[in-house]
């Protein structure tokens, strides 16, 4: 692997879009206004009814940590794939000893350091504002950190293996809008996957969303068992396998289809 | 260093006839159209060559370069780059060549030049003596010392032509690609950079493939073409023979006095489509005529006008250049 071009690529990227902070600030706080504008419904309704088996303070820890969780998997620069594959842009990457995944991954490192920047500093202050009671424990930490990682590389695998259908489809942004509409729904952003009805639940047990975003918090705040645990590590874990073959059999077969268009 | 055997590409182009019911159509089934963009063509580039490779608009020439530098697969075919299959876009190979084309580039247009050339210096590896050996020399030879500084996108076409050279060939690359390296420029850059495409060639020993609708660019720099039109291969061979060998007409120049002149204005019709009255004055006259009837018409000129003065030479390449684009090649 190329590591000393891949680390230039990051840095230099970083470099370029600190220039763009303004920009990134404003997606940043688009993303983060959804996930607040259900933390408060549902706080609002925690405060007039008892739910099954969470206090409003869990209530808005969960929905804190999913917005920042949310803004560092977000895969915002898979929205250039498409256009690249398009335009013929994509055969700069390809022309170089470095596989093209890192010009996404220096452009989606690049991002999140800004717009991860103002998120933290939002959920710092809505914090102290809302000031919940928070209990972690120290295992559980490891294991959220563990959970997150695996989770933004599942969401990251998935947005690319998505943007790159763009070998053989005009529109393969709808793919990855599609993905979001998903995740908005299975991965406990609307609700918390202990408050989604029955039927729900089910489909998001087996679905990847879930993983991607709500597990990981469950996860911090100590809500599953050790089987519960061990099940969703696997799917987690599963789910990158199945991603990554995926990826492999898109890859091939898309170069094979690419027509570098201009030049 | 080159060789390339039964090359073909195809590409299946979407279609639809205009309106409603063929718009609504597509949606259950889309009809796809071949378009054999190069055919069964053979050639090889041994190293250190400089070759043009000339054809019209659409004859094939970038489809076949993007296929020399692994961008794209053959429908049919083999192709050995320095000893590599490009397409399967080896490490190894892809540290050998490279590729230019007019509008991609290898700058990223938001970040200045020198922090561009860095990436690219990392990305092929370069140890930190030979890139600041390889930047110093570009930068001498191109000129652009004071645009490293700039970013891509404040630069003029040409400035960043230059700088996009500089990046292609930082890792100083055995096999160059050229895919219209002077579009858009005005003719002092041209000639800057003709001249500095040549000292590469001369200096590197690199292979070069060089694909330009300025005949100037060919002439200059190449001794041998390979011309291609509808995606076939016409003419592989030293550029001085391309006019001998292709163009299906000679060129008949008469210097002739008022009486001759006279005379030749009845003579000429008679030759009917075998002859084209290029210019016409009352002192000279040139002729575009049919090659297979040059002889011909030549010495019934010769017979019916003995004291005019006539030479025969084959037409400038850019008429034939022109001629063969626009109409093919008699054979």
Known sequence: MNLRGARALISRTWMRNLSGWGFEWMLAFGHLIETLVYMFVWVTIARQKSLPGIERDELVVYYLIMMVLHEITYPGAHYSIGAAIRSGGFSTWLLRPLSPIFSVIASDLADKAISVSFTLLTTFILGLVLQPAIHFTFANLLLFLLAAALAYFLRFLQAYMLALLAFWTERADAFLKLSDTLLFIFAGQVAPFALLPHGLQVIAAILPYRYMLGFPVEVLQGQLSPAQLGQGFLMLLAWIGLSLLAHQVIWKRGLRRYSAVGG | ?331
């Open chain 2, 1 to 331: 260093m080159i060789t390339v055997r039964h090359l073909s590409k195809t590409f299946l182009i979407p279609e639809r006839e205009p309106g409603w019911k063929a718009a609504l159509g597509s949606l259950v089934k889309r009809h796809f159209c071949p378009v054999h963009a190069v055919q069964d063509v053979n050639f090889t580039i041994e190293p250190g060559e400089m070759v043009g490779f000339i054809g019209p608009n659409g004859a094939g020439k970038t489809t076949t370069l993007k296929m020399l530098a692994g961008l794209l697969y053959p429908s049919h075919g083999e192709v050995v780059v320095a000893g590599y299959t490009p397409w399967e876009r080896k490490t190894a190979f892809l540290r050998t060549i490279t590729l230019v084309m007019g509008n991609r580039g290898q700058l990223n247009w938001e970040n200045t030049v020198a922090d561009s050339l860095y990436v690219l210096a990392e990305i092929y590896n370069l140890p930190p003596a030979q890139y600041r050996d390889a930047l110093e020399e570009l930068v001498e030879m191109l000129e652009i010392k004071e645009h490293l500084p700039r970013l891509a996108r404040n630069l003029s076409l040409g400035e960043r032509m230059k700088c996009e050279i500089a990046a292609a060939l930082l890792h100083r690359p055995q096999v160059v690609f050229l895919d219209e390296p002077t579009l858009g420029l005005d003719v002092s850059m041209q000639i800057r950079l003709r001249s500095f495409i040549s000292e590469y060639n001369r200096t590197r020993g690199a292979t070069i493939l060089l694909t330009s609708h300025y005949m100037a660019d060919v002439v200059s720099l190449c001794r041998r073409v390979l011309l291609i039109q509808n995606g076939s291969l016409l003419f592989d061979g030293e550029l001085k023979h391309l006019a001998e060998k292709m163009a299906p007409f000679k060129q008949v120049r008469l210097e002739h006095g008022e009486l001759i002149f006279e005379r030749l204005k009845g003579l000429l019709p008679q030759f009917g489509e075998d002859i084209t009255i290029l210019e016409q004055s009352s002192d000279r006259t040139i002729l575009r005529v049919r090659r297979s009837q040059a002889s011909a018409v030549i010495a019934r000129l010769v017979q019916e006008m003995p004291a005019v003065d006539l030479s025969v030479e084959d037409p400038p390449i850019e008429a034939v250049i022109d001629q063969v684009y626009r109409q093919g090649v008699e054979r």
